[in-house]
């Protein structure tokens, strides 16, 4: 759809409105949308198109990294490591310890991405290895590499702990390298959220190709 093309905003100017002129035949595109506008969080190219849709498109493009954290008390940072890791094209999101989490950070982008769980690290850590990736812990902790300065395999999991505690002993058990952010100022530690955010755009730094 070209700028030409695009449909004027809604009065509250949140994504597009309904469809003018004729409809598109092509099948990605969803009837109910079309009718009454797209108010999703996606990118023009993605506008009136299926959640089934925009998945097919996406899958092929998935990147190499998958993120996993933690999940013992409900922590509230999961949606934000969810819709961060989709905004990044994470191959796949790993919740670790409790099933359920809450999904309002999230901003139902886990819609477009799968999200896999795992009772506990050792069921992660044997995933990984039958896998063949390299699980690689963020946590500011004694003897952790720098990383600023850290070459990151293009295939890995990037693991995170929970908000507060950190990573668990179990999961720093598995860890085949563990990773710390530079900080500068007085906290002593940064939100996981945050956190899983910088450590997936060095990631994408080192692998990526611009878009």
């Not at 905004?87 to 991405?113: I, P, Q, S």
């Not at 896998?131 to 890995?156: F, I, M, S």
């Not at 939100?191 to 450590?199: C, F, P």
């Amino acid at each position: 759809m070209t700028e030409v093309e695009r449909p004027p905003a809604p009065p509250d100017g949140v994504g597009v409105g309904p469809w003018v002129g004729p409809w598109p035949e092509d099948p990605r595109y969803d009837p109910e949308l079309l009718t009454h506008g797209d108010r999703r969080n996606v990118v023009d190219r993605y506008r009136y198109w299926t959640v089934e849709a925009i998945v097919a498109d996406l899958d092929p493009r998935r990147h190499a990294f998958h993120v996993a954290i933690e999940n013992w008390r409900h922590d509230l940072n999961i949606g934000t490591v969810v819709r961060t890791a989709n905004a990044f094209l994470a191959a796949e999101v790993h919740v670790v310890g409790r099933k359920r989490w809450n999904r309002r950070g999230a901003m139902v982008t886990d819609r477009y991405l799968s999200v896999r769980h795992h009772p506990d690290a050792d069921a992660l850590g044997a995933w990984a290895r039958a896998a063949g990736l390299p699980v690689l812990a963020v946590d500011n902790l004694p003897g952790a590499r720098p990383l600023e300065t850290a070459v990151l395999p293009r295939g890995c999991v990037l693991l995170f702990g929970q908000e507060g505690s950190g990573l668990s002993a179990q999961a720093r058990s598995l860890a085949d390298d563990v990773l710390s952010i530079a900080q500068y100022g007085s906290t002593r530690s940064i939100n996981a959220g945050v956190a899983a955010g910088i450590a997936m755009h060095a990631w994408i730094r080192q692998h990526a190709e611009p878009v």
